[in-house]
C-alpha cells in the first residue's frame, strides 16, 4: 500500500490539490476531488483538479444541489461505484454538462466520517470503457478509501478545536499491526511475523477501526497516518 503523507507537502491549500493529482497519477485516474463539512468547526472544504471552466459551470449552474454522486454518498457508508446511479435524471443531467466539458461518467465517491459529525468525501474518475473500470476499481479502492481518509483527518485537524478533540490512542500492539497493515501485509503474514494468530490480529484491528471511528481496516490505516500514529509505506 502506498500512500503520500500530507505532512511532506508545503503547508498551504496547494498541498490538498497537490495530494489529489498525486492520487490521480498513482492510480491512473483522470481527476479528483474532495469536499469536507466539519459542524464543529462551522466549515466547509473543497478541492479539485479539474478546469476552471468546469468548476465554474458546476457552480453557476448550481449543480451541487442535485449531484447524486455528492448526495448518494453523503447517505452511504460504503464507496459509491457512480455506475449504479446512471439511470437517475439527476446523474444523466449533470453528466450530460460534463461531457461537453471532456469529463468522463466513470467514477467512485468515498464517504469518511468522523466522530464529530464531519464527513469527507473523496471522488476520483476515468474515461476508459466500464470493463476497464470495473478492474481498475477492484485493484485501487482499498487505497482510495486509505487516502481518502488520510486526507479528510488532514483537513479537519487543520482546526485547533477539533484536533484537539480527536486524537485516540493505540496500544503499542495495534499500532504495530496497523503498520504492517501499511506495508501491505495481509493478516496471516502479520501473524507469522509476530507469533500470533491471525485471529489475534483480527482482535486488534477491529479494536483499532473502533478507536479510530473507522469502518474498514484501510480507513483506520488512513486515520493513522493522518494523524500520525504511523508512517507511510
Not at 454522486?69 to 460534463?98: G, K, N, Y
Request: hydrophobic share 35%; proline share 5%.
Amino acid at each position: 500500500m502506498e500512500i503520500v503523507d500530507l505532512s511532506t507537502l508545503p503547508d498551504s491549500e496547494v498541498r490538498y490539490t497537490e495530494f489529489l493529482r498525486q492520487i490521480c497519477e498513482k492510480h491512473d485516474m483522470d481527476h479528483a476531488a474532495y469536499a469536507g463539512m466539519n459542524p464543529a468547526a462551522g466549515t466547509v472544504a473543497g478541492f479539485v483538479t479539474y478546469d476552471d471552466a468546469w468548476n465554474e459551470h458546476y457552480q453557476n449552474q448550481g449543480l451541487i444541489m442535485i449531484d447524486p454522486t455528492i448526495h448518494m454518498a453523503r447517505r452511504s457508508i460504503a464507496p459509491v461505484d457512480w455506475s449504479r446511479l446512471e439511470r437517475s435524471p439527476d446523474f444523466q443531467r449533470v453528466f450530460r454538462d460534463a461531457h461537453d466539458f471532456g469529463l468522463p461518467n466513470q467514477g467512485v465517491t468515498i464517504p469518511v466520517r468522523g466522530p464529530y459529525g464531519d464527513i469527507g468525501l473523496l471522488s476520483a474518475t476515468r474515461n476508459c470503457s466500464k470493463e476497464e473500470w470495473r478492474k481498475l476499481y477492484t485493484h485501487v479502492i482499498s487505497d482510495l478509501q486509505s487516502m481518502a481518509v488520510h486526507i479528510h483527518d488532514n483537513v479537519v485537524s487543520s482546526d485547533e478545536l477539533t484536533s484537539a478533540l480527536y486524537h485516540p490512542t493505540l496500544s503499542r500492539r495495534e499500532t504495530e499491526i496497523l503498520q504492517w497493515v501499511a506495508a501491505g501485509k495481509s493478516q496471516q503474514d502479520i501473524g507469522d511475523i509476530l507469533s500470533i494468530s491471525h485471529r489475534t490480529v483480527e482482535v486488534h484491528l477491529r479494536s483499532s477501526r473502533e478507536k479510530l471511528s473507522a469502518l474498514t481496516t484501510p480507513q483506520a490505516v488512513g486515520r493513522a497516518i493522518a494523524i500520525g500514529l504511523i508512517t507511510p509505506s
